[in-house]
């Protein structure tokens, strides 16, 4: 019977992220359609460039990390050991240097 507890407990927490997440895409794909762009400020970016660095999305579960090459508008490439990505500001939550 406890093991019944843990398991319902678990689908509560798991629907009600999946919730937030759900209002998190509605809110930009609403924001999009009234013409309402959020720029991530290039400026703070410049300070990262050439650094090692982990970026979250808000998309993702895995954070991207590598070496920032390049900020142009609101993209960043980003170099890891084997790849290139360029990245969408709009999608970024979160930039730390890693060590």
Partial sequence: MAIEGYW???????????????????????????????????????????????????????AVQGKIVAVEENWIKVEAKKKISVINGDMITDISMAK
């Fill in 8 to 62: 319902i407990a678990f689908l509560v927490i798991i629907l009600a992220l999946m919730q937030g997440r759900r209002k998190l895409m509605l809110n930009i794909i609403k924001r999009k359609r009234n013409g309402v762009k959020r720029k991530m400020p290039t400026e703070l970016l410049r300070e990262f460039i050439g650094k090692n660095c982990i970026i979250s999305l808000f998309n993702s579960v895995v």
